[in-house]
């Protein structure tokens, strides 16, 4: 059978997320717990005003998850290490029949960082294409699903940092994974770029995930992370990205970092480009930053005809992500025309 994965934009059958639970995400202090729970409760709203929603919970969270999550959302309950959906769930394609599949990356913790557990993450691909109905598509290629962009019409992005990190798939050659995305997603090129954001690479990042550095809202077209300040080390990324992008014929549009350099931690990469397009809409990152009204004007124009909803995004950012990481499209499954 042949598979493809179609674009964001496309119609979603659902969204799927997952709940912290005790761990790195969830946090240490009550504060924290708090801040966490009602940060990604904030983003199933949001998204549940356009499309349905099924959270994947641990058994241990299960009644508070219910607390904020209300009774309009769906859970489902499983054993977890972390709540980025993104990653430890299964990328969604279809058949040219309509068939629903689900590609079942093979998951070790961002590259074995040795922060990380995954023995229960790793599950989650599977556990989800059997709850969704989908066809398991097993893949051997470490990776997740903020590893990569898609535009529906044959075209990946993806990072030599991520596909290509000793720590996921040593001695892989681009063509070994560009042979495995074909097989899996349907596309007939990628575009690499050669890392992402600056604080991505650092203690609890992904080591490079694309879905914070560049998006594809349609076929040709390339939303870019523009850091505009050159005191920031992500300033000559954005110019990396953009050059690449363009010199691979895609119309490149810039958006804004905020204008927030660093926390306490360092240099944030704090990025509107992490959002995730549902039915009818767009959930964005804010940051409570003066960027925020132009980012949304952009993504407005980006996607014609959805409406853009915001989240505050940093406490996600603090743990190491953002709106995109913790939600999963499940495409509507399509009927061929006779």
């Known amino acids: 059978m042949t598979w493809r994965m ?12 997952a709940f912290p639970s005790p761990g790195y995400s969830l946090g240490d202090s009550p504060e924290e717990h708090y801040e966490a729970r009602s940060t990604w409760a904030a983003v199933a709203h949001a998204v549940a005003e356009f ?4 959270v994947v ?10 607390t904020y999550l209300g009774a309009d959302i769906t859970i489902v309950d499983a ?6 959906m993104r990653d430890i769930g299964p990328t969604f394609v279809l058949a040219d029949d309509g068939t629903l599949g689900a590609v079942d990356w093979t998951f070790n913790g961002w590259g074995a960082q040795d922060w990380a557990s995954w023995g229960n993450d790793s599950l989650i691909g599977a556990l989800v294409a059997a709850e969704s109905g989908a066809t398991l598509v097993s893949s051997t290629m470490v990776g997740e699903g903020g590893g990569l962009q898609v535009d529906g019409a044959g075209t990946v992005l993806v990072t030599e940092t991520v596909q290509r990190d000793p720590g996921r798939n040593p001695g892989w050659s681009r063509a070994d994974v560009e042979a495995e995305l074909t097989r899996t997603l349907g596309v007939d090129r990628a575009v690499w770029l050669p890392r992402g954001l600056t604080r991505d690479s650092e203690t609890y990042g992904t080591r490079g995930h694309v879905d914070i550095v560049a998006a594809l809202p ?27 992008l363009t010199a691979a ?16 931690d360092g240099f944030v990469d704090y990025s509107y480009i ?27 124009e980006a996607y014609p005809g959805r409406r853009v909803v915001t989240v505050d995004a940093r406490p996600l950012f603090a743990r190491g ?10 495409p509507a499954a399509v009927v061929p025309l006779l």
């Open 6 to 17: 179609p674009a964001e934009t496309a119609p979603h059958e659902r969204t799927w997320m």
């Open 51 to 54: 499309e349905p929603v099924t």
């Open 57 to 66: 919970v641990d058994p241990r969270e299960t009644d508070i998850a219910r």
């Open 79 to 84: 054993p977890l290490d972390d709540a980025w």
């Open 218 to 244: 349609s076929p040709g077209v390339a939303l870019v992370h523009d850091q505009r300040d050159p005191a920031h080390p992500d300033h000559e990324i954005s110019r990396e990205v953009a050059d690449i």
């Open 249 to 264: 014929g895609m119309r490149v549009v810039p958006v804004p970092a905020p204008e927030t350099l660093r926390d306490d």
């Open 274 to 300: 992490n959002h995730y397009v549902v039915n009818g809409g767009v959930v964005a990152c804010s940051f409570d930053d003066p960027n925020d009204a132009e980012a949304v004007r952009i993504l407005s």
């Open 321 to 330: 992500g953002g709106i995109h990481c913790i939600t999963q499209n499940q």
